[in-house]
């Protein structure tokens, strides 16, 4: 006997109830469950979600730019360009000396010489602001 031939076992003085467990059941096709019409709208909304985050937070070319020259060449144009001069020198752990220039229309920038010679600006910015040390009477 096939079993997609055989649909009920007939069993003598079986009650009824227990006849029906002993059918073979026939596979019954899966339909798709519809989604709800709004579904691709939301995917739609998720997808210009994500790339606009990509596009807001993301490098800019600006960030992405790094100047590099003598320190002569940066100090001059940084000078003419944007009038700043030097606030603050200091010494990194790598032997690199770090300055920052400002401006008093408060543009400033970062500039980093390396132990080459070669120097770049690595940072630059607007609102610059000096902030004048408090004398205070010592520990």
């Known amino acids: 006997m096939n079993l997609k031939t055989l649909r009920l076992i007939s069993i003598p003085k079986v009650p009824h ?3 029906t467990l002993l059918i073979v059941r026939q596979p019954v096709p ?3 469950v519809a989604r709800p019409h709004y579904a691709s709208a939301y995917r739609s909304l998720a997808v210009i979600s994500v790339l606009g985050g990509l596009v807001a937070f993301g490098p800019s070319s600006a960030h ?3 100047v590099c020259a003598t320190r002569e060449k940066l100090v001059e144009l940084l000078s ?3 009038k700043e001069s030097p606030v603050g020198i200091g010494l990194a752990q790598s032997g690199q000396v770090l300055e920052v220039f400002a401006s008093s229309a408060g543009s400033w920038s970062m500039v980093m010489t390396a132990t080459d010679g070669k120097t770049c600006i690595i940072a630059a910015g607007d609102n610059w602001e000096m902030v004048t040390k408090v004398k ?4």
């Open 136 to 139: 205070g009477t010592g520990i």
């Open 80 to 82: 003419d360009q944007y």
């Open 17 to 19: 109830w227990l006849k």
């Open 64 to 66: 992405a730019q790094v």
């Open 30 to 32: 899966v339909r798709a």
